[in-house]
């Protein structure tokens, strides 16, 4: 059965780095998301992108944030420069229509030090 | 601000039983109604979908959604111990790459 697919599992990094999180969705799927979930809160939307573009933000996904499908099966989540708070758990997930179920990665653990 | 809302528990059940899980929505918008299942450290799993006003049913789990009341619950019959986790109702819209708003989770643990 397809699945998304997600590296690392598990990133630690120092305050003020650069991280990238990366995700393969399933194959025939158009839509994509990154979701975060910080620990003991709930599941936050961040991003969803078409058509190689940003469809919609939230709040949290400011300036430091940005997204990208370099190529036709990964698509990443680039945090410019970390802060403690953006600890959390990183989700991709991805669907074949904007009104279906969204399949989940099994999530990027980011630990910011 | 649109809101799910759900109680976060713990709801503890007997191994049999039916677990009965329950959430409101604030947007009288919504379009699509999910539940998803999440255990400790690992990703929302998606348990059932519903779009239209009623009973939906898969296996043990049965889905109601009351679109006038803004509630969607899940029953779980025939409770398993591997069915303790933590459940996820989530909302979305029928709109191009609609994003899912999700509740805080009410926590099942099913007793032997």
């Known amino acids: 059965e397809p699945e998304v697919t997600q590296t690392p599992s598990h990133q630690v990094t120092q305050m003020g780095q650069e991280v990238i999180l990366r995700c393969v969705p399933i194959?025939?799927?158009?839509?994509f998301y990154w979701y975060r979930q910080i620990l003991g809160q709930k599941v936050e939307f961040l991003v969803s992108?078409?058509?190689?573009?940003?469809?919609?933000k939230s709040e949290i996904f400011d300036d430091q944030f940005s997204v990208e499908r370099p190529d036709g099966s990964n698509f990443t989540l680039k945090i410019r420069s970390t802060k403690l708070e953006d600890s959390a758990m990183y989700f991709c997930?991805?669907?074949?229509?904007?009104?279906?179920?969204?399949?989940f990665g099994p999530g990027t653990r980011l630990t910011v030090l | 601000q649109k809101e799910v809302e759900q109680n976060s528990g713990p709801l503890s059940v007997p191994e049999g039983a039916i677990a009965s899980l329950n959430c409101t929505y604030s947007?009288?918008?919504?379009?699509?109604f999910f539940w998803y299942r999440q255990y400790s450290g690992k990703s929302p799993e998606l348990i059932m979908f519903?779009?239209?006003?009623g009973d939906k049913e898969d296996g043990r789990f049965t889905a109601q959604l009351n679109k006038a009341s803004q509630y969607v619950s899940l029953l779980i019959r025939d409770s398993q111990p591997s069915d303790s986790a933590t459940y996820l109702c989530?909302?979305?819209?029928?709109?191009?790459?609609?994003?899912?708003?999700f509740g805080s989770g009410t926590r099942l643990s099913i007793r032997p």
């Open positions: 989530a909302v979305s819209w029928y709109s191009s790459a609609s994003k899912i708003i």
């Open positions: 519903i779009y239209s006003n």
């Open positions: 947007d009288r918008g919504s379009q699509s």
């Open positions: 194959s025939n799927h158009l839509y």
């Open positions: 997930a991805s669907t074949d229509s904007s009104y279906n179920e969204q399949f």
């Open positions: 992108f078409y058509n190689n573009e940003i469809s919609e």
